[in-house]
């Protein structure tokens, strides 16, 4: 495999990294506003982790642009393809299918705590 082509993907990677960030930051945001204006919770009956995606996950942001400099700077440092580089946007994709699996997941702790109603 050549050095554009691994560029081409360390890029591709990188994105999907990026978009999975940002859709963990909205779904959140937008659970959050729901179960605090829609449901009528209070945060201090949300989940830990469901406050803690609120707060944090806009640091996500940072990561494409982590793994996009680590892998540039591999491909910089040899003349030839990179087992480094192909690494690091497999950990990339990776990644990026733990954190939109993992907000979703998370975000279902809500529901499962509600208690049934009485019919």
């Given at each position: 495999?050549?050095?554009?082509?691994?560029?081409?993907?360390?890029?591709?990677?990188?994105?999907?990294l990026?978009?999975s960030?940002?859709?963990?930051?909205?779904?959140?945001?937008?659970?959050?506003?729901?179960?605090?204006?829609?449901?009528?919770?209070?945060?201090?009956?949300?989940p830990?982790?469901?406050?803690?995606?609120?707060?944090y996950?806009?640091?996500?942001?940072?990561?494409?642009?982590?793994?996009?400099?680590?892998?540039?700077?591999?491909?910089?440092?040899?003349?030839?393809?990179?087992?480094?580089?192909e690494l690091?946007?497999?950990?990339?994709?990776?990644?990026?299918?733990?954190?939109?699996?993992?907000?979703?997941?998370?975000?279902?702790?809500?529901?499962a705590?509600?208690?049934?109603?009485?019919?």
């Open positions: 495999m050549s050095r554009r082509a691994q560029l081409v993907r360390l890029v591709g990677s990188s994105l999907s990026l978009v960030a940002v859709f963990c930051q909205q779904f959140s945001s937008f659970q959050f506003n729901s179960l605090i204006h829609g449901a009528g919770f209070s945060p201090q009956e949300l830990w982790l469901c406050l803690w995606l609120v707060r996950s806009p640091a996500l942001m940072a990561l494409p642009l982590l793994f996009l400099w680590i892998g540039v700077a591999g491909l910089m440092k040899r003349d030839g393809p990179s087992g480094t580089v690091v946007a497999q950990i990339a994709l990776v990644l990026a299918l733990i954190i939109v699996v993992g907000c979703i997941l998370v975000w279902q702790l809500p529901y705590s509600m208690p049934a109603e009485s019919f």
